[in-house]
């Protein structure tokens, strides 16, 4: 397949607290292919909404991120914040979750998203206008020469979505980053925005890393798939790898907590408990307190990273487990 | 609990409630328009079953919950619970009907009172409604905090202290404290993770069967009701759409709006490639609904008679009522 155009490795990130210094990322690595899709998937506070962050470098002025973001050869962590500014919204643009607070409610629709055509390509006013209403064509928003000249606040939340689809894919980026671009919205307007999504993605081949906690869109939308438990990726593979056979605890309990809509015997089965505090102390494997597995080894060591295939890897003491039962049991079988 | 095991006991019974917002402008403030929040709603709640009201965002669903408690008052309609006309009543009147019916909100971390313990908040509810002694409310408070998975000692924090689903929790033991029979439950676990989200249904479904509670669940989560619910409300700008038992309306929805909504969840399957029925635009405002069938607008189906007649309720089938020209 195509080449990677993002590569993260062992990247953390760590804020400054009035309680000392807590990791929200740590150490991380992954990448991301041309024209792939990514999705992070994980509850509130399991460090994916920073991960994204710390690729735009977004990050809030107490926040220091290590390691390394290989975008297109460059480190993005090095990069001076001039340079930055070139990349963000260039190369590299962000969807919110909340299209009401990521838009300005004092500038028109038109203003915001000829602002990146004016900044990066250098367009004219009118050029910038006339390439704006195209956009605003193309995110599927009915009389865009309309909605150009109104604000965010006239607009209902799948349209300010749309709005801001157009403004992210405005300058052509070759990474898009969607941090739950649907969550606030209904089930039918997320499913408009969905299929928008893919087709754009088609259509400019842009490479996508999406943020959600639902495992529904995540089976919609990704070639691949992180798990992320609380600062760490516990998880990863193809998207038929993490929905066919999921290996990690959590993973399992992630599938088996939502509600099958086709499935009327579906047998809910919660996690217990919840995700721990940044600054709690855990040692091993730090998803031990909540794992109905969880073994002497899991409390005093940290899981390493086991590869099953090719496209599917898994932090779990388990895996090991499962591996020297199976070695065991081929002897006895030969014999 | 998609087995109908309730008992055909009409609990409340709602006969046409409309619930109309005036929108007042002008210098001498004249109502101009109505937004129609609830518009016409019949229905009969059973003894011991979970009904789910289901819609978009701006359907209408909390606000028919809200009216059916009296947190709002109805714009028209009649209201009798357990038999007994609620409409004319003072609120002196109101208030053994105001124990037995209670509220599960939807957001844990605005309704609780910053200021207020743990505690006090579960204790407020039975000094108002049940003459027990200072030690008796502790007692029961401690039994209450214990049945919904807290410990004793939660009893002197405050709200801040606390995970959302630890709020959830306290919020379904301030609403089970005087041991009501009907409960609304206002999106209770749309604010929660999915592991979290996971374990409050399933300390609902356990209170259900122990106090023998009836339930009306208030979702735009399609998967949690069927999990959750025996009969299912689909509504649609204020008005009643589709109303069935849970397998009946997720096997065999008639409705298009009901096909729609169920064929746009997007399902934890991969591979999965079924054409799905899109819907072109928005929810239409509620203040303007259109003329006819609300939902001729969006409708595949939709005929010039559609856009003339409001389509009349009817049974399809036993206990399967729509609303819909077409079908």
Known sequence: MAQSILDIENLVTKFKTANGEVSAVRGISFSLKKGETLCIVGESGCGKSITALSIMGLLAGNARSEGSINFNGKNLLNVKHEEMRKIRGNEISMIFQEPMTALNPTFTVGFQLCEPLMIHNKLSKKAAFQKGIELLKQVGIPLPEKRMKQYPHELSGGMRQRVMIAIALACNPSLLIADEPTTALDVTIQAQILD???????????????????????????????????GEIIEEGTAEAIFNTPQHPYTKGLLSSVPNVDDPYFKLNPIPGTLPNLNEQISGCRFHPRCPHAMEKCIQHSPYRTKRTENHAVRCWLQEVEESEYRNYQPTSAV | MNTVTTSRQVLYSIENVKKHYPIKGG????????????????????????????????????????????????????????????????????????????????????????????????????????????????????????????????????????????????????????????????????ALDVSVQAQVIKLLKDLQEKHELTYMFVSHDLGVVRHLC??????????????????????????????????????PVVGRKTERIRLQGDLPSPTDPPPGCAFHTRCPLATERCKMERPKWREIEDGHFIACHNK
Not at chain 2, 113 to 124: V, W, Y
């Open chain 1, 196 to 230: 928008l999504l893919n087709d754009l993605k088609d259509e400019f081949q842009t490479s996508l890393i999406m943020i959600t906690h639902d495992m529904g869109v995540v089976a919609e939308v990704a070639d691949r798939v992180i798990v992320m438990y609380a």
């Open chain 2, 27 to 190: 210098i001498f403030k004249t109502v101009k328009s109505h937004v129609k929040a609830v518009d016409g709603i019949t229905l009969d709640i059973f003894k011991g079953e979970t009904l789910g009201v289901v819609g978009e965002s701006g359907c209408g669903k909390s606000t028919l919950g809200r009216t059916i408690l009296g947190l709002e008052t109805a714009t028209d309609g009649v209201m009798k619970f357990k038999g007994d006309d609620l409409s004319g009543k003072t609120p002196k009147q109101l208030k053994p009907y105001k124990r037995e019916m209670q509220m599960i909100f939807q957001d844990p971390y605005a309704s609780l009172n910053p200021k207020q313990r743990i505690g006090d908040a579960l204790e407020e509810a039975l000094i108002i409604h049940t003459d027990l002694e200072p030690a008796g409310r502790r007692s029961k408070v401690n039994q209450l905090l214990k049945e919904v998975g807290l410990k004793e000692e939660h009893y002197d924090r405050y709200p801040h202290e606390f995970s959302g689903g630890q709020r959830q929790r306290i919020g379904i033991a301030r609403a089970i404290s005087i041991n009501p029979s009907f409960i609304v439950c206002d999106e209770p676990v749309s």
């Open chain 2, 230 to 267: 025996d009969r299912v409300l689909v509504m649609y700008l204020g008005q009643m759409v589709e109303l069935a038992p849970v397998a009946k309306l997720y096997e065999n929805p008639t409705h298009p709006y009901t096909e729609a909504l169920l064929s746009a969840i997007p399902r």
